[in-house]
């Protein structure tokens, strides 16, 4: 009894935080390369993903991460592994739409049926003017400390004049 009730917790508290994404960005796949050959199921693949900055008009990340073939793969159920890498740059004119917070989630994606996301949050090094984004994937028991991180140094961007401080938007 009590084992069911912890893990009817766990269910709810992992479900809550799935559907707590305020401005949460959406996902581009731009490709897909297999490694790993099977026969009969799916292909292990490399997969490359871009994303826009749901709040900083003019950065966009792309991020790399393997997903499995197999079985459990062909049904979705396969728990992904941590790898991810992470590439941020500055596309256009930099304009934030609202102020955030320091480690505010930009994208977050689930890598297991349950247990395991993996996000990529953004903060603001102030000193140098310069956004970061750091990728990292977590699960509720034991995460990962894999990660990668990404600067975006805040650049005028044609005609534009004077980019915005990050510290006047990210506290």
């Given at each position: 009894?009590?084992?069911?009730?912890?893990?009817?917790?766990?269910?709810?508290?992992?479900?809550?935080?799935?559907?707590?994404?305020?401005?949460?960005?959406?996902?581009?796949?731009?490709?897909?390369?297999?490694?790993?050959?099977?026969?009969?199921?799916?292909?292990?693949?490399?997969?490359?993903?871009?994303?826009?900055?749901?709040?900083?008009?003019?950065?966009?990340?792309?991020?790399?991460?393997?997903?499995?073939?197999?079985?459990?793969?062909?049904?979705?159920?396969?728990?992904?592994?941590?790898?991810?890498?992470?590439?941020?740059?500055?596309?256009?004119?930099?304009?934030?739409?609202?102020?955030?917070?320091?480690?505010?989630?930009?994208?977050?994606?689930?890598?297991?049926?349950?247990?395991?996301?993996?996000?990529?949050?953004?903060?603001?090094?102030?000193?140098?003017?310069?956004?970061?984004?750091?990728?990292?994937?977590?699960?509720?028991?034991?995460?990962s400390p894999q990660n990668s991180t990404s600067s975006v140094p805040l650049m005028p961007w044609g005609a534009s004049g004077e980019?915005?401080?990050?510290?006047?938007?990210?506290?």
């Open positions: 009894m009590l084992l069911r009730r912890w893990v009817l917790a766990a269910l709810a508290l992992a479900l809550s935080g799935s559907m707590l994404s305020p401005a949460m960005a959406q996902e581009d796949l731009i490709f897909r390369k297999s490694t790993v050959w099977k026969m009969l199921t799916p292909n292990d693949k490399l997969a490359v993903y871009g994303v826009d900055d749901p709040i900083v008009d003019g950065v966009a990340c792309h991020y790399t991460v393997p997903e499995k073939g197999g079985v459990s793969g062909m049904f979705g159920v396969a728990e992904e592994v941590s790898e991810v890498s992470l590439s941020c740059r500055q596309v256009g004119p930099i304009k934030f739409k609202e102020k955030a917070e320091q480690g505010d989630v930009v994208f977050r994606e689930r890598r297991s049926l349950i247990w395991k996301k993996m996000q990529i949050v953004r903060g603001c090094d102030a000193k140098r003017n310069v956004l970061v984004y750091l990728v990292y994937t977590d699960k509720l028991i034991d995460g980019p915005p401080k990050c510290a006047d938007w990210i506290r």
